[in-house]
T-cell receptor, first 113, second 110 residues
């Protein structure tokens, strides 16, 4: 398996633009997580899905952020409109249920100028 | 929500020295995970602890989960430059949530 795949790896966009981050979890994993990592706040859980259903989105910072998981093999995190303070590395992770570890993608480094 | 606090926040050691990183939870841990992150890269799973008193080792890295299951320590013996990075402890909460600690940045000076 290729692991968790995120795209793009790097994204530079202008303030006010819409940004869409994509994630393909490991096949067969039923939980998917979106995290944001910054120097100031560390690794923050934004939202997670179980069996494609959003379970807890309390970590999503604002209404500008939205996440979807239309099927078991694909998820998106969208920011609209983007702001400079959204600049961070966004990670997607997936895992099987129960006591198993989460596997992480390589992250998307987002820069909003 | 479950909170995980790590200490120290950063650590600089001479190559060959031993070091310990701690992870303290505000709640009972049902599963404690240690990850390592190279700067600018994704997280790599190191090991998982579930039972109180459990101890696991991988190469020169040993992790323990205390009896009361609210604290874990990660110990590196004879550190090497390849050990440098950010170490994060993670915990599985109810409903399959997966939270992380504040992270410990390790620098090993050759």
């Amino acid at each position: 398996d290729a692991g968790v795949i995120q795209s793009p790896r790097h994204e530079v966009t202008e303030m006010g633009q819409e940004v869409t981050l994509r994630c393909k979890p490991i096949s067969g994993h039923n939980s998917l997580f979106w995290y944001r990592q910054t120097m100031m706040r560390g690794l923050e859980l934004l939202i997670y899905f179980n069996n494609n259903v959003p379970i807890d989105d309390s970590g999503m910072p604002e209404d500008r952020f939205s996440a979807k998981m239309p099927n078991a093999s694909f998820s998106t995190l969208k920011i609209q409109p983007s702001e400079p303070r959204d600049s961070a590395v966004y990670f997607c992770a997936s895992k099987l249920g129960g006591s198993t570890e989460a596997f992480f993608g390589q992250g998307t480094r987002l820069t909003v100028v | 929500s479950q909170e995980l606090e790590q200490s120290p926040q950063s650590l600089i050691v001479q190559e060959g020295k031993n070091l310990t990183i701690n992870c303290t939870s505000s709640k009972t841990l049902y599963g404690l995970y240690w990850y390592k992150q190279k700067y600018g890269e994704g997280l790599i799973f190191l090991m998982m602890l579930q039972k109180g008193g459990e101890e696991k080792s991988h190469e020169k890295i040993t992790a323990k989960l205390d009896e009361k299951k609210q604290q874990s320590s990660l110990h590196i013996t004879a550190s090497q430059p390849s050990h440098a990075g950010i170490y994060l402890c993670g915990a599985a909460g109810r409903g399959n949530q997966f939270y992380f600690g504040t992270g410990t940045s390790l620098t090993v000076i050759p």
